[in-house]
């Protein structure tokens, strides 16, 4: 079973998001890390970037698919995982503390209320 962290609000496309006043920190779940298998490959989106809610952000490659992933929160990058150039596979060691993918400032504070409560989130996933 998925491990859910409970401190984090989630889509229903398998991402977290941990928010921070403004700020928005997002990664894929543990169930997500699990169906992807190991992660070869992330393209992270840029630095200060403007995206709207659902655009495509970024881009996360395993040994067994290649999965575009789109933003549940509209707003600016102000920091990427640059860790996780270099080693991908931190999203499946940890992929709720060491392998999260950005920060975004949020332009839209009320979309968040939009994003699954733990509990919601685990029957999604169940």
């Not at 997500?32 to 200060?48: A, H």
């Not at 809610?53 to 698919?65: F, P």
Request: proline residues 4%.
């Amino acid at each position: 079973m998925a491990e859910i962290n409970q401190n984090y609000l989630y889509t229903d496309s398998n991402l977290w998001v941990e928010i921070r006043g403004n700020t928005a920190r997002v990664g894929i779940d543990d169930y997500s890390q699990n169906e992807f298998g190991e992660i070869v490959y992330v393209d992270l989106p840029k630095l200060g970037n403007q995206y709207s809610k659902d655009d495509e952000i970024c881009v996360i490659e395993s040994v067994k698919t290649a999965s575009d992933i789109y933003t549940p929160i509209s707003g600016k990058i102000i920091s990427i995982n640059k860790e996780l150039i270099d080693n991908p596979k931190l999203i499946n060691q940890s992929c709720y503390i060491k392998g999260w993918l950005f920060e975004i400032e949020m332009s839209q504070p009320g979309e968040a209320e939009e994003l699954l409560l733990p509990e919601d989130y685990r029957s999604h996933v169940e």
